[in-house]
C-alpha cells in the first residue's frame, strides 16, 4: 500500500509523499518550489486576507515564491527574504537562530541591514508553505521585531498538526500528521480545535 496522502487546497489537488519524522509519526512532505499552479493560486487567496499588510517577509527559500505572489498580488514592488547564511553583500545583519521540523540541527536566520531599514515601523505579513512546530515562523517574527517591524499576520498555505488550533495564523487548509500502524502504513491524526 502508498504511503500519500491526498490533499485539496481550495481546488487544487495535490498527492503527497508520506515522511517518517520518528518510530511512530511522518509528516506529509508538500513542496511549493516549483509549482507554479499551486503558488499562483494559493498567493492570490492569501493575499486577499492579509491585504493590510506593508511589507510582506519569507524565510530562504521554501516560501520565497509564495512570499513573490503575495507581494505581487498586493501590488508590491518588492518583499524581504531572510537569508540562511551571511551573503559578501551584508556589511551588517541581524540574525536569530531556530530548529525546524524539515530540516536537522540548528539554523540561523540574517536580514540585511539594508531590509532591516525598510521594515522598520511597517506591518508586516511573514509568508511560509507550511506552518507546523512554528519554530520557524517564531524565528522569522523575533528577526522581525528586532529589526523594528510589527507583525500583524503569519500566513501559509497550509496548517499542520497541533499548528491549525492556532488562533494567530492565518492559512488555506490543514495538513495533518500521521501515527504509523502496527502494518506499516499510517493514519491520520486528526488535530483538536
Known amino acids: 500500500m502508498k504511503n500519500t496522502y491526498t490533499i485539496d487546497v481550495c481546488g487544487i489537488r495535490r498527492e503527497l509523499p508520506l515522511v517518517p519524522i520518528n518510530e511512530t509519526l511522518a509528516y506529509a512532505s508538500f513542496v511549493v518550489i516549483g509549482d507554479t499552479e499551486m503558488v499562483s493560486h494559493a498567493g492570490r487567496l492569501l493575499a486577499e486576507k492579509v491585504s493590510d499588510a506593508?511589507?510582506?517577509m519569507t524565510a530562504e527559500a521554501k516560501g520565497i515564491a509564495l512570499a513573490y505572489?503575495?507581494?505581487?498580488?498586493?501590488g508590491m514592488k518588492e518583499f524581504i527574504v531572510a537569508r540562511k547564511s551571511v551573503k559578501s553583500y551584508m556589511r551588517s545583519f541581524e540574525s536569530v537562530e531556530l530548529e525546524s521540523i524539515t530540516t536537522t540541527g540548528k539554523q540561523h536566520l540574517y536580514l540585511d541591514e539594508q531590509d532591516a531599514l525598510k521594515i522598520r515601523g511597517k506591518k508586516i505579513c511573514l509568508v511560509d508553505d507550511v506552518i507546523s512546530t512554528g519554530q520557524s515562523v517564531e524565528a522569522l517574527e523575533r528577526l522581525a521585531l528586532q529589526a523594528g517591524g510589527t507583525v500583524i499576520h503569519k500566513a501559509a498555505i497550509l496548517a499542520e498538526g497541533e499548528a491549525a488550533a492556532r488562533d494567530d495564523l492565518t492559512y488555506l487548509q490543514v495538513l495533518p500528521l500521521f501515527e504509523k500502524n502496527t502494518d506499516g502504513t499510517y493514519r491520520e491524526i486528526v488535530p483538536e480545535h
Open 69 to 74: 505572489e503575495v507581494s505581487r498580488c498586493l
Open 54 to 56: 506593508e511589507v510582506i
